[in-house]
C-alpha cells in the first residue's frame, strides 16, 4: 500500500469510527465493559488498543476476566434474567454458532455497521455475530534433538511411532475437536474434508496412539515445560508457545501442515447497555495495523488488520498461523453447534478410560 492510500484508509477509518462514537455520546453511552481474557494478555490489549481509544473517543473501557466457562456461565445468567451488564464478550472463533453465544449476542449480519471490519479486516473477519480479532494456530511441534535424521512434517508421522518413537503429548481443554482433526489427517482425511468429524473412526485412530500419549496438557504453560524437562517428543501446542520455545534456546520445530486454526472472536452481547459504544470499539479494533504488528510481536498472535504484513519481517510474519491459512482446518461452526455436547460427552469418557 502506498503512503498516499494509507493515509486515505486511516482518514476513512477514522471517519466512520467517528460516527459511531457520536452516536454513542448521543444516546449517553460513554463506557464500554469487556469480557475477556486477563494477564499479560490483557495488559498487552490495554496498551495498544483500549487505552487508545479511550484516549481518542473520550469512551472508557472496563474489563471483567474470568475462563471461558466462568463468561459463558455469566453471559447466560445475566441473558436470562434481563440484567446484563456487559457489553462485548470474548468468545472463539468455533463457538460462535453455539446456542449460547447466538442466543445471548447480537446478530452483526454483514458488519456493514462496522465499515472497517468490512475495509480493512482480512476475509472472514465478520462471523455474523461476532468479529474475529486475533488468530492462532495449533500447530505440531516436536524436539529436533529427538530426531537428528529429520523430523515430523505431518500428523500422519506424529501417529508413526515406529519412524518416531518417543513419548507425546496432545491437549485436553475443553476444544477435544482439534485432536480429533488431527486423528483424521493421520488417518489420510483431506483438511477441506475433516468436517463434519467422522467421530468413529477419529476415535479408533486415536485408540492408536493412546499408548504413547503421556500427558495430555491443560494449559499452555504445561505444554511448554513438558518440552523444558524432555517429558516429550513432540506435541501439538498453540504456535505462540512453540515460538517462545525457540526464543529460550530450545530446539522445537513447528509443523503448519495441518494445524488447527484458533481465534478469539468479540460479540456484542444482546441487551448490551453501551452497544452503540461496543460497536464503535469494534469497529476501532481493526484501524491502525502498526498497532495489530506490535500485538502479534509480543503475543505471537495474528490480529486481522490486512495490511498487518507490511510492518512485519517475512521471517517473523511466516511464524503467524495468517501465513499458513492453505494448510490450516477451520472448525465448522455450525456443525459444532449441533454436534457440541454429545462430542464433548463422548470425548470425557474416552479421556476417563
Known sequence: MSSAS???????AAASVDELVA?????????????????????????????????????????????????????????ETNTMQWDIVATTNDSVRSPELVNYTEDLGDC?????????????????????????????????SAFPNGGMKSWADFWDVKAFPGPRALPNYGSPWYVLSAALLADGVEPKDVYPLGLD????KLDELRPNIV????????????FRTKEVVATMVWNGRAVKLREEGFPISIVWNGAMFDATALAVTKG???????KALLNYLYT??????EHAKRLNYAPPNKHLGEFLDDDFESTLV?????????????????NRQKLIERWTVWISG
Open 6 to 12: 494509507s493515509l486515505w484508509a486511516s482518514r476513512a
Open 23 to 79: 452516536a454513542a455520546k448521543a444516546a449517553g453511552q460513554t463506557k464500554v465493559v469487556v469480557a475477556i481474557g486477563g494477564g499479560v494478555y490483557l495488559d498487552t490489549l490495554k496498551e495498544l488498543f483500549f487505552n487508545p481509544f479511550t484516549a481518542e473517543t473520550g469512551i472508557e473501557t472496563a474489563f471483567v476476566s474470568g475462563s471461558y466457562s466462568e463468561r459463558i456461565a455469566s453471559l447466560r445468567a445475566m441473558s
Open 112 to 144: 456493514s455497521e462496522l465499515s472497517n471490519v468490512v475495509s480493512e479486516g482480512i476475509d472472514g473477519s465478520c462471523l455474523g455475530n461476532a468479529v474475529l480479532f486475533d488468530a492462532a494456530g495449533s500447530v505440531l511441534a516436536y524436539d529436533e
Open 201 to 204: 473412526r477419529a476415535f479408533k
Open 215 to 226: 500427558a495430555w496438557w491443560t494449559s499452555g504453560d504445561q505444554s511448554q515445560q513438558l
Open 272 to 278: 448490551a447497555p453501551h452497544a452503540i459504544a461496543a
Open 288 to 293: 491502525r495495523p502498526e498497532a495489530h504488528a
Open 322 to 338: 495468517t501465513a499458513h491459512l492453505p494448510t490450516t482446518v477451520k472448525a465448522d461452526p455450525a456443525w459444532l453447534a449441533e
